[in-house]
């Protein structure tokens, strides 16, 4: 009787460790995964940012020069791209660019 008990505690024991050993490892993939996948997006909105950036620069460069039709669509562009990469900082400074834009087109009629 001894010996089945010590059989059955062991066999317990293997299947504990060799349970936990699985849960270890399916937990260190998922968070490598989780962590590629967001060190990706993270990329991808660096580069959103920087491209609205440009445009954002490019548009200012535009409505120091009075040519507000490219200043517009240069901001609109910008806008999107701050849209996509969750900016709404700089969302809210090219909303208020463009009512400057409008502002000034209306009121030089």
């Not at 089945?4 to 505690?9: E, Y």
């Not at 270890?24 to 491209?51: C, E, P, R």
């Not at 020069?65 to 809210?92: C, F, H, P, W």
């Amino acid at each position: 009787m001894l010996q089945n008990l010590l059989n059955d505690k062991k066999k317990l024991t293997y299947a504990i460790v060799a349970a936990v050993l699985i849960i270890a490892v399916v937990a260190t993939g998922t968070y490598f995964i989780v962590k590629h996948l967001n060190g990706d997006k993270s990329q991808t909105t660096s580069q959103l940012k920087a491209d609205a950036d440009t445009l954002m620069d490019q548009a200012m460069e535009a409505k120091r020069g009075k040519d507000y039709s490219k200043a517009t669509a240069l901001l609109q562009q910008a806008r999107e791209k701050y849209v996509a990469a969750g900016d709404t900082m700089n969302i809210t400074d090219v909303d208020g660019q463009l009512a400057l834009i409008k502002f000034k087109t209306e009121n030089a009629k």
